[in-house]
C-alpha cells in the first residue's frame, strides 16, 4: 500500500460541487460520476470514482456506493447524501456538503497559516546556531589549542555538543526517528490523546482560537445536517464523530444522551460552559424557541469562523516577542561560545 496516496479537502470540494452541478442540469448520475473520475487530476482519486460509478451502476444507492469509501469521504458526506436521497433534496445536499466542506477547509487553511511562521522562524534559528556549531567552532579549536587558550565553559559545552554531532549523528537522527514514533505511538492510545487534546485547548494565546475553531466547526454542522433534512438527533451524533478534538467529542455525546432523555439542546449544553460559552447557548436557546435553530446556527457558523480568522491574524504578533528571545538566545550563546576565546587571545596579545 502506498502510505503518499491520498484525496485532499480540495479535491473533495471540487468533485461535490461539479457534481452537484451537473445532477441539477440534468445528467444522470452514472455519467456524471465517471465524467468526474476521467477528469480528476488526482489518480488516486479517479480509481475511487470509478469504484463509485460502477457500484451505482450495478444497483447500489449513491450513499451505499460512497459509504463503501467512508474511508475518503467520511461519515458526513454518506450521511448528507443519505437524507438527500430519501427526501428528494440530493442536489441541494450536495450543494450543502460543497459549502461546508468549503467553510471547514478554509478554517483549516488559517490554522495552519497561524503556526506556519512560528515554525519557520524557529526552525531558522536552529538551522543557524546548529551550522555555526557544528561547521565553525571546531575548526577553531585547534587554534585555541595551540595559543593555550583555557576555553570559557560554554564554549566547552558547545563543543562537546557539535562533537557529540558529528561523530554520532546517525544515532542523533535515530534517536529523533525513534522519539517521534514513541510520540506518535502513545498517541492511540485514547487517554493520552484526550490529555494532549485537553493540553492543546488550554495553551495561552492558541487555546481558545482552537476552542472558537471547534464550535465554528460544530455550528457549520449542525446548520448544515439539520438544513438537509436530518433530525437533532442524528444531527448529534454525526457531529460528535466529526469534531476533532477528544473533550468535544465526550461533551457532544453526553448532549445526545440528554436529549434523547428529553432534555433540550441548550439545556444539555449548559453542562460544558468551558466549551460551549452562554453566548452560544443562548443563541440556541432562541433559535429552539423561535424555530430558528438552522439559522441560529448559521449565524454562529459565520460568527465563529470570523473570530478564528481574526485570532490567527494575531497570533504571529503575540508569538514574534517569545521567538525573538528564544533566537537571541540560541544564536547568542553560541555567539558568545565563539567570540569569547577570541577575546581570551586578543587580551593575551
Known amino acids: 500500500m502506498n502510505l503518499f496516496k491520498g484525496v485532499s479537502a480540495q479535491d473533495k470540494v471540487d468533485f461535490t460541487k461539479s457534481l452537484s452541478i451537473m445532477l441539477k442540469s440534468g445528467i444522470s448520475i452514472n455519467v456524471a460520476l465517471a465524467e468526474l473520475a476521467e477528469q480528476s487530476n488526482s489518480p488516486h482519486f479517479s480509481v475511487i470514482i470509478n469504484r463509485v460509478c460502477t457500484n451505482v451502476e450495478n444497483g447500489v444507492t449513491l450513499s451505499q456506493a460512497f459509504e463503501r469509501e467512508s474511508k475518503t469521504f467520511g461519515s458526513i458526506f454518506v450521511s448528507l447524501i443519505r437524507a438527500g436521497e430519501s427526501s ?5 445536499n450536495l450543494q450543502f456538503l460543497a459549502d461546508w466542506l468549503t467553510r471547514s477547509t478554509d478554517l483549516k487553511r488559517e490554522i495552519s497559516a497561524a503556526t506556519m511562521y512560528p515554525k519557520l522562524v524557529f526552525g531558522a534559528a536552529i538551522l543557524l ?14 587554534l585555541f589549542n595551540s595559543l593555550n587558550v ?3 565553559i560554554i564554549t566547552k559545552i558547545l563543543l562537546a555538543i557539535s562533537l557529540w554531532v558529528q561523530n554520532y549523528w546517525l544515532l542523533g537522527i535515530i534517536g529523533v526517528v525513534a522519539l517521534v514514533m514513541g510520540v506518535v505511538y502513545v498517541n492511540t492510545f485514547y487517554r493520552v490523546r484526550k490529555l494532549f487534546h485537553t493540553f492543546y485547548i488550554n495553551l ?4 481558545e482560537m482552537l476552542k472558537d475553531y471547534q464550535r465554528a466547526l460544530v455550528a457549520q454542522l449542525f446548520a448544515t445536517l439539520l438544513k438537509s433534512g436530518l433530525s437533532l438527533n442524528e444531527s448529534i451524533h454525526i457531529v460528535s464523530e466529526a469534531v476533532t478534538n477528544i ?22 449544553m449548559k453542562k460544558f460552559t ?9 443563541i440556541v436557546s432562541v433559535g429552539e424557541n423561535s424555530g430558528t435553530l438552522v439559522q441560529s446556527f448559521e449565524y454562529m457558523a459565520e460568527f465563529y469562523a470570523k473570530e478564528v480568522n481574526m485570532q490567527a491574524k494575531k497570533i504571529p504578533t503575540i508569538i514574534e516577542p517569545i521567538l525573538l528571545i528564544v533566537i537571541a538566545v540560541v544564536v547568542g550563546f553560541v555567539a558568545l561560545a565563539i567570540i569569547m576565546p577570541i577575546y581570551e587571545i586578543t587580551g593575551n596579545i
Open 88 to 92: 428528494g433534496t440530493l442536489q441541494s
Open 129 to 142: 546556531g546548529g551550522s555555526l556549531a557544528v561547521f565553525i567552532l571546531p575548526k577553531l579549536v585547534p
Open 150 to 152: 583555557e576555553l570559557p
Open 204 to 207: 495561552p494565546f492558541m487555546g
Open 247 to 268: 473533550q468535544y467529542q465526550e461533551s457532544l455525546l453526553d448532549i445526545h444522551s440528554n436529549i434523547v432523555r428529553g432534555t433540550t439542546l441548550s439545556e444539555s
Open 274 to 282: 468551558s466549551l460551549f460559552p452562554n453566548m452560544m447557548i443562548s
